[in-house]
């Protein structure tokens, strides 16, 4: 079955990195786009990167644009959401997704996930 | 960026119909999915496109759209179905996403 582990998340001090990573498994890995979303402690669901099948496009929220940095190793089946310069704004469940279309004849096509991983808990505290 | 705007909470009687809306100008060219998400869990996909279904969702579940709006409906709520939903869809900025800020509904 198609299962998405994220891990990495911890407590750390603001100003400071953290790396995530996301394990696929039971899904060609190589073949779809992910994106991380995120969500604060008694807060809603906040995107925050996606990355195409091969790496080649990213594209962020403007809340983490120039610090974080979304990549994959294909051979690995894994995902990485590489956080700089950390705030305690970023303290949130970060999960990763999995990207998929439904397009109509029109050719208009709308995003959903239909997978998502557990979810790992960053903290940025002082 | 563009936003997409959900009622904060409903309520609704076991067994009665409850609609929960999303209101956003990116719902003029994209359909909304939507997600349901009880406490300390992942959220789990219930609708996608113009109202399908995954595999293990119940046909109480239901979507339709209009201009800017989304609307989700869950006809004949049971117990299981309290949670939070949020509705989701593409940014009006290309390659951008958003989700709904997310509407807590009660089974009464």
């Known amino acids: 079955q198609v299962q998405l582990v994220e891990s990495g998340g911890g407590v750390v001090q603001p100003g400071r990195s953290l790396r995530l990573s996301c394990a696929a498994s039971?899904?060609?890995?190589?073949?779809?786009?992910i994106h991380w979303v995120r969500q604060a402690p008694g807060k809603g669901l906040e995107w925050v990167a996606v990355?195409?099948?091969?790496?080649?496009?990213?594209y962020y929220a403007d809340s983490v644009k120039g610090r974080f940095t979304i990549s994959r190793d294909n051979s690995k089946n894994t995902l990485y959401l590489q956080m700089n310069s950390l705030r305690v704004e970023d303290t949130a469940v970060y999960y990763c997704?999995?990207?998929?279309?439904?397009?109509?004849?029109?050719?208009?096509?709308?995003?959903?996930?239909?997978?998502w991983g557990q979810g790992t808990l960053v903290t940025v505290s002082s | 960026s563009s936003e997409l705007t959900q009622d904060p909470a409903v309520s609704v009687a076991l067994g009665q119909t409850v609609r929960i809306t999303c209101q956003g100008d990116s719902l003029r060219g994209y359909y909304a999915s939507w997600y349901q998400q009880k406490p300390g869990q992942a959220p789990v996909l219930v609708i996608y496109g113009k109202t399908n279904r995954p595999s293990g969702i119940p046909d109480r579940f239901s979507a339709s759209s209009s201009g800017n709006t989304a609307s989700l409906t869950i006809t004949g709520a049971q117990a299981e179905d309290e949670a939070d939903y949020y509705c989701y869809s593409r940014d009006s900025s290309d390659n951008h996403y958003v989700f709904g800020t997310g509407t807590k509904v009660t089974v009464l």
């Open positions: 039971g899904i060609t890995f190589s073949t779809f786009s």
């Open positions: 997704a999995r990207h998929r279309r439904y397009c109509t004849g029109g050719g208009s096509c709308s995003p959903y996930f239909d997978y």
């Open positions: 990355i195409s099948y091969d790496g080649s496009n990213t």
